[in-house]
């Protein structure tokens, strides 16, 4: 079976739109490969979290993603802070990454600009970190957003390059796989584009009922349709990719075609979506809840996930050591 290693940036919580995008391809992933996610928690240093967000944070994600349905037991989920060995992948990876090639790194150049009073050095060697986590795994395949791809390239090229100072063929280079080519974007409440944390526009998986209520009646509308059969506008188009997305058929069908003969009342629409948005949330929002209350719990299942990553990076290290002609 096909070895894939996934990252997850400790971003915060869950929303809609990271579920349908992201989170439930990872679920059917672990079904098909042979899966393990990490939570990368060494990357988030490069903005300098406090302890209590990053152990929060690692609460949050293991919990949220548990919830949505990954099962540990088919895909172990662990700290990358966890799984030591990284490190030392990450430095002898570094020996051999080039200032030049660092600084070209177009996500490295975004950082510079976003934030020139911190321009550290784990930014620019950011690609030799991610390229430590998926090499060390031998994985065949990384699920990654198109803001990753060169990341991704970064990591074929240190280990082509690994293979050819030390005249080995050890390291295999890893595919991207494109899981969110064909997911939906999910639009947020507020008109137009996409749901987005930063863009405030977003329902969260834990959110209760009474916020997704406020958010959903508060999403923006128009004065209604003007014409029978008209094209929708963006708004009201969002709306309906809701719509699609959690509620049933029959549903959809009925406000379209109410919304096609201009009978449509956009606070029933509203009042219907927020509580199939309801319905769809709510047994993942439970499930959150239960993880939260059993820390225990969750750091049995990341630390089984450490030792498993953990075996199979001493592994490798054992292998690199040898390679480079160091002691085992
Ligand atoms: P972010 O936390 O914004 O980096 O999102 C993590 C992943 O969730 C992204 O790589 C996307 O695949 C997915 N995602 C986020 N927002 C949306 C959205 N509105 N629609 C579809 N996918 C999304």
Redesign the pocket.
């Known amino acids: 079976m096909e070895r894939v290693i996934s990252g997850i940036?400790p971003?915060g919580n869950l929303h809609l739109?990271?579920y349908?995008?992201?989170v439930k391809s990872f679920v059917q992933m672990q079904h098909e490969y042979d899966s393990m996610f990490f939570i990368a928690d060494w990357h988030s240093l490069t903005t300098h979290p406090t302890p209590e967000d990053i152990r929060r944070s690692a609460r949050t994600i293991l919990s949220e993603y548990l919830a949505c349905g990954i099962d540990p037991e088919k895909a172990p989920i662990y700290i990358q802070s966890d799984v030591k060995e990284v490190l030392e992948l990450y430095l002898y990876l570094n020996m051999n990454a080039y200032l030049g090639e660092l600084e070209r790194v177009t996500s490295f150049k975004d950082k510079v600009r976003a934030q020139p009073e911190n321009v550290n050095a784990g930014l620019l060697t950011y690609p030799c970190l991610m390229a430590a986590d998926i090499l060390m795994h031998k994985a065949d395949k990384v699920p990654v957003?198109k803001d990753q791809e060169q990341n991704m390239e970064m990591a074929r090229l240190f280990a082509r390059r690994f293979n050819r100072i030390y005249n080995v063929e050890y390291f295999k280079e890893p595919e991207s796989y494109h899981f969110?080519k064909h997911?939906?974007?999910?639009?947020g409440l507020n008109g137009t584009g996409?749901?987005?944390?930063s863009e405030g526009n977003a329902v969260y998986l834990c959110d209760d009922e009474a916020t997704i209520k406020k958010k959903v009646m508060r999403a923006v509308t128009d004065a209604g349709p003007e014409r029978l059969n008209q094209e929708k506008p963006e708004p009201i188009a969002n709306l309906f990719t809701l719509l699609e997305l959690v509620s049933t058929q029959e549903t959809y069908d009925f406000f379209n075609e109410a919304y096609n003969n201009m009978t449509i009342r956009y606070g029933d629409l509203k009042k219907q979506l927020a509580a199939d948005i309801n319905a769809f949330c709510a047994p993942i929002r439970e499930k959150i809840l239960e993880y939260q209350a059993n820390p225990k719990l969750l750091d049995e299942i990341a630390a089984a996930g450490a030792a498993k990553a953990s075996a199979r990076a001493a592994q490798t290290i054992k292998e690199v050591r040898e390679i480079i002609g160091f002691r085992v």
Do not use: D, L, Q, S
């Not at 997911?183 to 639009?187: E, F, L, M, S, Y």
């Not at 996409?194 to 944390?197: N, S």
């Open positions: 940036r971003t739109g990271n349908f995008g992201a957003g969110n997911a939906v974007k999910v639009p996409k749901m987005g944390k």
